[in-house]
């Protein structure tokens, strides 16, 4: 396992990170979450990503305990906070910024959060009352650094611009093959304030394994199958999308990987992201995905990528 700096903290983080959004606390039986946290340590996977809202505080619970007998220095632990939690607890107030944090801590089992993320925008509340809230949680020892999630660029920038506040250090956006948005406006301004991505979805919601086959019924036990986990997928399901995918499969096989490794591999060559978030259902999809770290594609095979996708990038994207 390769690690990479964490923006402009001290933070080193795992190429690959075990992400818990529809697994963990709720979609995955305990045993086999249980069984997919000890294999991302085994294989060297020191960065955890939550969030509050994932499982309604479920997969925070879950990883306090699973995470309980592990010494506190040898991962790193992400949450986040924006969406509701209850018809009045959402957002991103002083108010919920205060509470959230110490409701996630007393989930987690932990003193503090290696980083704090806020997993959307909240156009409803002053960005100074944000960020001088936050800035108050790393002060007061509950997070060592901030990220946000989605924002969009002028948002960024605005946050940036303000007087003595904690900076960001990184940024959580949807980023794969298939949705290479950030790529725009997201990544170079980020680049430039040293601010590195955390991605998610870089497997397409499981799209990119190549499991997913044009004309055919998910099989049971994909999360394409399991309505817990497979309603997300939607905009990944279209017919072109799956052929398209599939003309990568001799890309893979030509290099000896499987169609994940191919995807994450993918995603690791921009220098500007510093972990690939992966959920997992089973220990050995960790171990596979953890693989791809180290991997390194030559400018060949991302021309053999392209053109294998073709436009679906650019259709998804409009």
């Known amino acids: 396992m390769r690690f990479r700096q964490l923006g402009s903290s001290d933070l080193h983080v795992s190429e690959i990170s075990l992400g818990s959004w529809l697994t963990y606390g709720g979609g995955v039986a305990a045993d086999q979450a249980e069984a997919c946290v000890a294999k991302a340590f085994e294989v060297g996977i020191n960065f955890v990503d939550t969030a509050n809202v994932y499982a309604r505080g479920g997969a925070e619970e879950f990883l306090g305990k699973v995470l309980a007998g592990r010494p506190r220095d040898s991962y790193?632990?992400?949450?986040?906070?924006?969406?509701?939690?209850?018809?009045?607890?959402?957002?991103?107030?002083?108010e919920q910024v205060f509470k959230q944090i110490d409701a996630s801590l007393a989930r987690l089992r932990t003193d503090y959060v290696d980083l704090y993320q806020c997993h959307r925008y909240d156009f409803d509340t002053p960005l100074e009352e944000t960020m001088a809230a936050l800035t108050e949680v790393v002060?007061?020892?509950?997070?060592?650094?901030?990220?946000?999630?989605?924002?969009?660029?002028?948002?960024?920038r605005a946050a940036l611009e303000l007087p003595n506040v904690e900076k960001f250090v990184s940024s959580q956006p949807q980023y794969s093959m298939l949705w290479r948005d950030p790529e725009r406006e997201v990544i170079p301004l980020c680049r430039e304030h040293g601010i590195s991505q955390i991605v998610w979805s870089p497997l397409a919601q499981g799209v990119l394994t190549g499991k997913y086959s044009p004309g055919e019924r998910p099989a049971e036990g994909t999360r394409a199958a399991s309505t817990e986990m497979g309603w997300a997928m939607d905009r990944f399901r279209d017919d072109e999308v799956l052929e398209a995918v599939q003309r990568l499969r001799p890309i893979s096989d030509g290099l000896g990987i499987t169609m994940s490794q191919l995807a994450l591999a993918w995603v690791l060559r921009e220098p500007n992201v510093a972990s690939a978030i992966v959920g997992a259902s089973r220990p050995e999809?960790?171990?596979e995905n953890a693989a791809a770290s180290g991997i390194e594609l030559d400018a060949a095979t991302l021309r053999?990528?392209?053109?294998?996708?073709?436009?679906?990038?650019?259709?998804?994207?409009?």
């Not at 002060?139 to 999630?149: D, E, I, N, T, V």
């Open 76 to 94: 790193v632990l992400a949450t986040k906070l924006f969406f509701p939690m209850s018809q009045t607890d959402k957002g991103l107030s002083r």
């Open 285 to 287: 999809q960790v171990e």
């Open 139 to 156: 002060q007061m020892g509950k997070a060592r650094y901030l990220g946000f999630s989605e924002w969009p660029t002028d948002r960024i």
């Open 304 to 318: 053999a990528i392209d053109d294998a996708l073709g436009d679906v990038p650019e259709r998804l994207a409009a």
